[in-house]
């Protein structure tokens, strides 16, 4: 098991000519370069606020189609990573890629959503007044300007897309439901539903089992083992056995203090020393 990094490849090394053309390649809908076979790159990452280092040197790389879980105590670091990622927050130093040569760090986050990631807070944020479809409708990518709106219309390929995904996240039959009745665990499907609607290379998932039954939780584990392999996916979760659940066969990060303690699969982790002596307990 590794400690202290888990980098297995290398960092993209960009001039800022690079740069600018993966921006435009972006903006244009050209895509992410993963020719290397990963999607993420974080290294030396560090966040400071008020003297407080939230990030301190944080290494990180996320293969393309993998699920990689990230545990931690509270303080760990957990949120602000995805902070960095998202571009929420600028770090002090270090460097963010999407692919070989999409530069994180001087991205908008509109931008940074627009080229494939996708971020899911811990609380569910779907309209409520609207039904589990017109949810979907209103994240689906379009024009968002005024007139386009107003005229816009559902081809057939756009609702079998929602149909599709519907059936995915478990809300199939419940597409004419005011979001708002929905139980907290089908709140969070309609949101993880969003995202994947607008078709993300990379999802960011914050504790998205917290809250709910012990049921919803075994569908949510399910629904994000089928999402395995077809997109990234990067799980924040302090729910150990839904953790276990999801992990299998994949890898495990333990984030302390900014940086990153341990690596390996879950059985490795909990067998470590310093994650029980941090985080896990006896």
């Known amino acids: 098991m590794n400690a202290a990094s888990s980098n297995s490849t290398a960092p993209p090394q960009s001039g800022h000519g690079d740069a600018a053309a993966a921006y435009e390649r972006v903006r244009s809908g050209s895509g992410v370069d993963t020719v290397h076979g990963a999607i993420l790159y974080l290294e030396d990452i560090t966040v400071s606020f008020d003297g407080f280092k939230a990030l301190n040197k944080l290494n990180l790389d996320i293969s393309v189609g993998e699920l990689r879980c990230i545990i931690g105590p509270n303080g760990a670091g ?14 002090a130093a270090g460097t963010a890629y999407f692919g070989q040569s999409i530069d994180l760090t001087r991205m908008t986050e509109y931008d940074i959503a627009h080229a494939g990631i ?24 379009m024009n968002k300007q005024v007139r386009p709106t107003l005229f816009f219309r559902l081809s057939s390929e756009q609702r079998d897309k929602i ?7 478990r809300l199939h039959g419940s597409e004419t ?30 504790e998205p089992v917290a809250g709910m039954s012990d049921a919803e939780t075994a569908r949510t584990a399910e629904l994000l083992n089928e999402l395995r392999g077809k997109h990234s996916i990067v799980v924040v979760e302090h729910d150990m056995a ?6 299998q066969g994949g890898k495990v990060t333990v984030l302390h203090e900014g940086s990153v303690l341990a690596h390996g699969t879950m059985a490795q982790v909990q067998a470590d020393e310093r994650v029980i002596d941090v985080y896990l307990g006896r």
């Open 78 to 91: 957990k949120t602000t990573m995805m902070d960095v990622i998202t571009g929420k927050t600028r770090p």
């Open 118 to 141: 996708g971020r899911k807070f811990q609380r569910p944020t779907v309209f409520e007044q609207h039904t589990v479809f017109e949810n979907l409708e209103l994240a689906m990518k």
């Open 163 to 169: 149909d599709a995904v519907l059936r995915l996240i």
């Open 177 to 206: 439901r005011a979001a708002g009745l929905l139980s907290h665990g089908q709140k969070q499907w309609l949101e993880i539903g969003m995202l994947l609607i607008q078709e993300p290379q990379l999802l960011l998932l914050d």
């Open 242 to 247: 839904f953790v276990a659940e999801i992990a």
